[in-house]
């Protein structure tokens, strides 16, 4: 089992619409979970951190963390072409001392016109 | 600089050639990270510097690839007989200090292909 589970898409949205990108994780003890946006040739970008179970809203993006059920989201509403990228769901390993950072395999978002 | 800086931007290399990528990171930030992302894959962690010590390697694939910072700032990832599925994107990212946001600022990676 992968440590950090992504569809890999595409996830293809109208413009306008909420996009829901998921990620399931499978260390328990993990505590800290980033979204990183990365567009096609370009490096990721951090874009949400989320540290407790609940909601983090932040404009137009909105994480998701259940930790009982070992799942992060990103909800994007209003979504615009620009928001076509890749979208990195990344978790912290636990017990590294540091900011050891497993990532999915992304999920392309695609939002036409 | 104003960003984490990356050269070569592209390096082409002939199998079983020895290969050096650099990486230049923001000013002040004391952690330094190497990143290996091939197509269609999320970045696969190598190694990770606090200062000038190499505080985990754990993610270096085999003891071809190797990496300093000897002087806390700049690091060189050093890949001996690359084979060709050493081809990736090489990403680096350096952080203000070691725990913290998470927030890993990425240079725009050194895309090595062997041919």
């Known amino acids: 089992q992968k440590e950090v589970e992504q569809n890999s898409g595409p996830l293809s949205v109208p413009e306008g619409a909420i996009a829901s990108l998921n990620c399931t994780y499978s260390?328990?003890?993990?505590?800290?979970f980033f979204w990183y946006r990365q567009y096609s040739g370009k490096s990721p970008e951090l874009i949400m951190s989320i540290y407790s179970n609940g909601d983090k809203e932040d404009g137009r993006f909105t994480a998701q963390l259940n930790k009982a059920s070992q799942y992060v989201s990103l909800l994007i509403r209003d979504s615009q072409p620009s928001d076509s990228a890749t979208y990195l769901c990344?978790?912290?390993?636990?017990?590294?001392?540091?900011?050891?950072?497993?990532f999915g395999t992304g999920t392309r978002l695609l939002v036409s016109p | 600089g104003a960003g984490v800086s990356q050269t070569p931007s592209n390096k082409v290399t002939e199998k079983g050639k020895y290969v050096e990528l650099r990486c230049d990171p923001i000013?002040?930030?004391?952690?330094l990270y190497w990143y290996r992302q091939s197509l269609g894959q999320g970045p696969e962690f190598l190694i990770y510097?606090?200062?000038?010590?190499?505080?985990?390697d754990s993610g270096l694939p085999n003891d071809r690839f190797f990496a300093v910072r000897p002087e806390g700032s700049v690091s060189t990832l050093k890949i001996q007989r690359t084979e060709r599925g050493d081809s990736a994107v090489y990403l680096c990212a350096s952080s203000l200090r070691a725990k913290g946001t998470g927030e890993l600022f990425f240079g725009e990676g050194s895309r090595l292909t062997v041919l």
């Open positions: 990344a978790v912290n390993i636990i017990g590294t001392g540091f900011q050891k950072l497993v």
């Open positions: 260390d328990r003890g993990s505590q800290s």
């Open positions: 000013s002040g930030h004391t952690a």
């Open positions: 510097f606090q200062g000038t010590g190499a505080a985990d």
